[in-house]
Nanobody
Framework: VQLQASGGGSVQAGDSLRLSCAAS????????VGWFRQTPGKEREFVAA????????FYAASVKGRFTISRDNAKNTVYLQMNTLKPEDTARYYC????????????????????WGQGTLVTVSS
């Protein structure tokens, strides 16, 4: 599967953006799809994930209540709706997938995901 992340941009604090992760080559079915982000000099960190098998969603504490992950089966796309953006949300955002269910305790682990998109840059200014 190939993943294409898009939707990044430059916004003001308090604004919203919606990121898209479109898959090609295979249809999402039993996948787990996650969003991660990274800033220069820092490790990539977990943001959110959705598990197709049971529709469970997971969020990092820093984004819970502001970000929402969702899926559109017809478009084979996973979205990350980001509201009330803060300057500390500035990062390159990557989507990733694994063609299996990932257990709750491993959902944040980068090593659990097999396929990665190229990333899309989000810049939030104060």
């Amino acid at each position: 599967v190939q993943l294409q992340a898009s939707g990044g941009g430059s916004v003001q604090a308090g604004d919203s953006l919606r990121l898209s992760c479109a898959a090609s080559g295979r249809t999402f079915s039993m996948d787990t799809v996650g969003w991660f982000r990274q800033t220069p000099g820092k490790e990539r960190e977990f943001v959110a994930a959705v598990r197709f098998s049971d529709r469970s969603t997971f969020y990092a504490a820093s984004v819970k209540g502001r970000f929402t992950i969702s899926r559109d089966n017809a478009k084979n796309t996973v979205y990350l709706q980001m509201n009330t953006l803060k300057p500390e949300d500035t990062a390159r955002y990557y989507c990733a997938s694994r063609y299996n269910r990932i257990i709750n305790t491993a959902i944040t682990k980068i090593s659990m995901y097999d396929h990665w998109g190229q990333g899309t840059l989000v810049t939030v200014s104060s």
